[in-house]
């Protein structure tokens, strides 16, 4: 069936750094493949999202891009903050639109 | 606009014990989700409402949990008897019309069972 498999955390990065968050996914047909953010006493947030192959989703200086050929959808940010610190989780929606979610990576940043 | 409310936001029982969890759209909504999330993975959808009808429920452990939704606003999870592989945080989320990423989620209720 459908899986995603995301980086194992905790990423610790210190402010300002460039974070990368891998995320590859195994499924039949084309997915749409989505980012959730989870911050502290929170519920779930999409982030973004990228509905095709080469699409780029672009949402608060992340992003990530639909890459077919090695079927991944890895997260990015040039710089990242204090207040990034959340859990990400990658996900794709499978043929019924219900969504199949990683594990989740616990990002840190430090001051 | 008001999000999705989840009542109580903790809950410690113990095994064999009942349960329940409460969950409230956002207003309009016609589709509810609610989803199980064990420590260190992702969310399980376990059940999915439209309206107050079911659309799917094949991941629900249907001989000790069950859901309603009534007058297809609210909704109720309830989980007896407990048992201590259930301790997890139950999500609850609403869109307006089915997708995935029109999905937007509640502050979720964790439950420990002891």
């Known amino acids: 069936g459908d899986s995603v498999t995301q980086m194992e955390g905790p990423v610790t990065l210190s402010e300002e750094a460039f974070l990368t968050i891998n995320c590859t996914y195994t499924a039949t047909g084309y997915p749409s493949l989505f980012w959730y953010v989870q911050y502290p006493g929170e519920g779930l947030q999409l982030l973004l999202k990228a509905t095709k192959a080469d699409d780029k989703g672009s949402n608060k200086g992340f992003e990530a891009t639909y890459r077919k050929e090695t079927t991944s959808f890895h997260l990015e940010k040039g710089s990242v903050q204090v207040s990034d610190s959340a859990v990400y989780f990658c996900?794709?929606?499978?043929?019924?639109?219900?969504?199949?979610w990683g594990a989740g990576t616990k990002l840190i940043i430090k001051p | 606009e008001a999000g999705v409310a989840q009542s109580p936001r903790y809950k410690i029982i113990e095994k064999r014990q009942s349960v329940a969890f409460w969950c409230n759209p956002i207003s309009g909504h016609a589709t509810l989700y609610w989803y199980q999330q064990i420590l260190g993975q992702g969310p399980k959808l376990l059940i999915q409402f439209q309206n107050n009808g079911v659309v799917d429920d094949s991941q629900l452990p249907k001989d000790r949990f069950s859901a309603e939704r009534l007058k297809g606003v609210d909704s109720t999870l309830k989980i007896q008897p407990a048992k201590l592989e259930d301790s997890a945080v139950y999500l609850c989320?609403?869109?307006?019309?089915?997708?995935?990423?029109?999905?937007?989620f509640g502050p979720g209720t964790r439950l420990t069972v002891l």
């Open positions: 989320a609403s869109s307006l019309e089915p997708g995935p990423d029109t999905q937007y």
């Open positions: 996900a794709l929606s499978d043929s019924n639109y219900q969504l199949i």
